[in-house]
């Protein structure tokens, strides 16, 4: 599937740039191309990887490149105002060469939050293809002006999107880690989830025994305003136990190749999903089984697949295979699209009223005045 990547904030526009050097690595062209937003302009002068011509700074003339403050209405207000100038970037995509849009965000900070929304609902408006979000979550311990943030800004996401995949901060944060190092990892983590959804139906050699097209991929997605989530796992290949360096032949260790499948799907499926949710909780799947061709079991795949069509308890999970033939591991991806329920989601919506009760405390602790905080008119989540 080819996407056209729209980056705002800064979150999202760190993501953009990991996907680019993704794209580059793997040799396999799936991003179009990428434009970064932002109301900050040493975020955007920071990036490496987004071309500067796609850069567009909004709200110049309010906060004089200075960003939001983690404001999102005010984020919201500047992406609105300026977007005349986020759609010339946007119509510079050569888009008859695009399957999807997607626009990227952290949902806690003030642009990015404010901001993909009205971005998000005004590419839907003009372009026939679908516009999916990629939203960041903070995670727990960011405090509650990021909660309120994500809370309001997810609602609006949803509604805007065709459908929003999320990615939570939290789940994905290792103890100990510095916030920068951390965020890098966490997005190269975001980066090969998308990269190899997105790469799988692009590849061309080797052929892969059934094909992920975009319609697949959007097919799962949705194109209601719903929720999705991306589990990914790989299990390292031992190189040195087939003839001449390879690997044994399928034929040879048929019932170990689909073991091994079938295992990696349900490692991928039940744990490290971008937003832990239960399976049952789901309305559609697919997975991606990706490795060197010989390694990668057809039978593995269709047995991966039955077992996640009992789990989520929908006939609706499709398949498909990446062969890859500079790779020492086998690795499956499982997206999960319509997502009816997820712990953080529940804890966004809770969070989110008990801020409203704490708004003038926050305000005060964050030395802002409560007006910035007026929550008057915030929907509850969903
Ligand atoms: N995964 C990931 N999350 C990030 C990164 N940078 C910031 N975040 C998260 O994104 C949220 C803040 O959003 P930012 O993108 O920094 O803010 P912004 O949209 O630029 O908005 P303002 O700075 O308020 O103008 C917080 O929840 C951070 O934890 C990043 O590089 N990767």
């Given at each position: 599937m080819r996407i056209a990547?729209?980056?705002?904030?800064?979150?999202?526009?760190?993501?953009?740039?990991?996907?680019?050097?993704?794209?580059?690595?793997?040799?396999?062209?799936?991003?179009?191309?990428?434009?970064?937003?932002?109301?900050?302009?040493?975020?955007?002068?920071?990036?490496?990887?987004?071309?500067?011509?796609?850069?567009?700074?909004?709200?110049?003339?309010?906060?004089?490149?200075?960003?939001?403050?983690?404001?999102?209405?005010?984020?919201?207000?500047?992406?609105?105002?300026?977007?005349g100038e986020v759609r010339d970037a946007v119509d510079a995509i050569p888009t008859s060469d695009v399957d999807a849009f997607l626009v990227v965000a952290g949902l806690g900070g003030g642009t990015g939050s404010g901001g993909a929304p009205v971005i998000a609902s005004e590419i839907r408006r003009i372009y026939e293809e679908p516009v999916f979000a990629l939203g960041v979550l903070p995670a727990r311990d960011e405090g509650g002006i990021y909660t309120l943030n994500a809370a309001r800004s997810l609602k609006t996401v949803v509604d805007h999107a065709d459908a929003t995949l999320l990615f939570d901060n939290g789940a994905h944060r290792e103890t100990g880690e510095s916030l920068a190092g951390g965020y890098s990892r966490v997005n190269e983590t975001i980066a090969r989830r998308i990269g190899v959804l997105c790469s799988a139906g692009e590849a061309t050699d080797p052929t892969p025994e059934k094909v992920v097209d975009a319609s697949e991929i959007i097919n799962t997605l949705g194109r209601s305003g719903g929720v999705a989530s991306i589990g990914y796992a790989s299990t390292p290949l031992d190189r040195k136990r087939g003839l001449f360096g390879g690997f044994k032949p399928v034929s040879e260790d048929a019932l170990e190749s689909t073991t091994r499948v079938t295992a990696t799907v349900r490692r991928a499926a039940l744990g490290n999903l971008t937003l832990p949710c239960e399976l049952r909780d789901v309305e559609r799947a697919l997975v991606v089984v990706s490795g060197p061709p010989e390694t990668l079991s057809r039978k593995g795949v269709e047995d991966g697949r039955a077992w996640l069509e009992e789990a989520t308890g929908t006939p609706e999970v499709r398949d498909g295979d990446y062969p890859l033939r500079d790779t020492d591991h086998l690795a499956a991806l499982v997206l999960l699209g319509g997502v009816t329920e997820a712990p953080r989601l529940r804890e966004l919506r809770a969070a989110a009223v008990e801020a409203q009760r704490n708004v003038a405390a926050i305000a005060e602790r964050a030395n802002l005045s409560a007006g910035v905080w007026d929550t008057e008119g915030l929907d509850p989540l969903f």
């Open positions: 990547v729209v980056a705002v904030g800064q979150a999202g526009g760190k993501i953009a740039d990991a996907l680019l050097r993704y794209e580059r690595d793997s040799e396999v062209d799936f991003v179009v191309d990428a434009v970064a937003v932002n109301t900050a302009r040493a975020d955007l002068l920071g990036l490496r990887e987004v071309p500067p011509g796609n850069r567009v700074l909004i709200g110049g003339d309010r906060v004089k490149g200075h960003g939001a403050g983690a404001d999102n209405e005010l984020g919201a207000e500047l992406a609105r105002d300026d977007i």
